[in-house]
């Protein structure tokens, strides 16, 4: 079992060497070269698409109040902020929590949270009409509390409110290893530094977890939620969204 605290510092670390490569990868991006316009911009179409399939889906009723879970430097938060009135983004990385004020200072309704705990207890049951999350917790490590988080996620959730999340279904056998990861861990416990790692030796603390789509949605039935649509694709990993509502008082 990996602690909060090990999950934190690795992606403190993160947000120390790259911040913007560990958020959306890719070689050219590597060591400080994502343009920050260039960056910005992959967030305003991730959240326009979002946002075409919720109005397809007819959820959520209101646009009051959104939650990103795992929001980074904030690529995403401030972009759906133009779609609700008040934004909150949450993260176990007070460095990214600081970026992403610190680049968000200049658009109302936006706030961020640090949030290091195994739920989402600073949030009142049914706060938000949309639950965000993508690219967070296939880093969580384990299934249980991945479920946990979902779990939450359903809790601060409003009646006819979307939650909306990826995850891994699949990773294939060859891809479970990660030794770049593990050696990572090995070395940075043996007091390697972490520059070092990353840049000399090109190693980073990233893992992947999957959950199975059954279990997903066995786990969202469970908390009282209702299943509209699972898309699944397949790259390296199969990766699923969930779009997910709650019943309404009246229901
Ligand atoms: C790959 S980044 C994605 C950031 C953001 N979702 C985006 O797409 O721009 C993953 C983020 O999840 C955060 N994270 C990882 N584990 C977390 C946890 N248990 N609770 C909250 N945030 C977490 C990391 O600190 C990091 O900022």
């Known amino acids: 079992v990996v602690s909060l605290e090990r999950q934190q510092r690795d992606w403190e670390d993160l947000a120390r060497l790259d911040p913007r490569w560990a958020i959306v990868a890719g070689d050219e991006h590597r060591f400080g070269r994502w343009d920050t316009d260039a960056f910005l911009e992959t967030g305003r179409v991730e959240v326009k698409k979002a946002m075409r399939r919720a109005e397809r889906l007819g959820y959520p009723a209101h646009r009051r109040r959104a939650l990103e879970f795992g929001c980074g430097t ?17 993260d176990i990385s007070p460095r990214m929590v600081e970026e992403a004020r610190e680049m968000g200072a200049d658009v109302p309704g936006l706030s961020f949270e640090v949030n290091a705990e195994e739920g989402l207890g600073a949030f009142a049951s049914g706060r938000f009409d949309l639950v965000y999350s993508r690219l967070v917790l296939q880093h969580v490590p384990g299934r249980d509390a991945i479920l946990a988080y979902v779990q939450e996620m359903v809790r601060v959730l409003a009646p006819d409110g979307l939650l909306l999340f990826q995850l891994p279904s699949h990773i294939p056998w060859r891809h479970r290893l990660q030794p770049q990861r593990r050696l990572y861990a090995g070395l940075r416990r043996l007091g390697v530094p972490s520059k070092v790692l990353y840049r000399r030796l090109r190693l980073q603390p990233i893992r992947m977890s999957a959950v199975p789509v059954p279990d997903v949605c066995r786990a969202l039935e469970e ?28 229901a």
């Open 74 to 90: 904030g690529r995403v938060t401030r972009a759906l902020a133009a779609h609700f009135e008040e934004c909150v983004g949450v």
């Open 223 to 250: 908390s009282g939620a209702r299943v509209l649509e699972v898309r699944t694709g397949r790259s390296v990993v199969e990766s699923s969204t969930y779009y997910v509502t709650k019943e309404g008082a009246s």
